[in-house]
């Protein structure tokens, strides 16, 4: 079984944040999941924005995970722009 998607994870005061995103289908047993942060905000300029980010699987379930998202060009700064997590969970 493979499930790919989006979810919105917003913006962040501080330059980490953990965000868990629930899958639409629950699987069978537990999937390897690949994530990665997505800058795809229509409210900022094309080109815009130059905000660099790190995203770390923390768990895996067969309902959801969970990713630490950090901000790794500015250390300390959050981030105004609505960030996405794409991500691709596929069973072995």
């Known amino acids: 079984m493979e499930q790919a ?44 924005i130059n905000d660099t980010f790190a995203v770390s699987i923390t768990s895996v379930s067969t309902t959801q995970f969970t990713a630490n998202i950090c901000r790794v060009d500015i250390p300390g700064n959050g981030w105004g722009q609505d960030l996405f997590l794409g991500y691709n969970a596929i069973t072995p």
């Open 5 to 48: 998607g989006t979810a919105n994870v917003g913006s962040s005061s501080t330059n980490v944040m953990q965000a868990t995103v629930i899958f639409a289908e629950p699987f069978t047993s537990i999937p390897v999941v690949a994530a990665n942060a997505l800058q795809n905000d229509p409210g900022f300029p094309s080109g815009g």
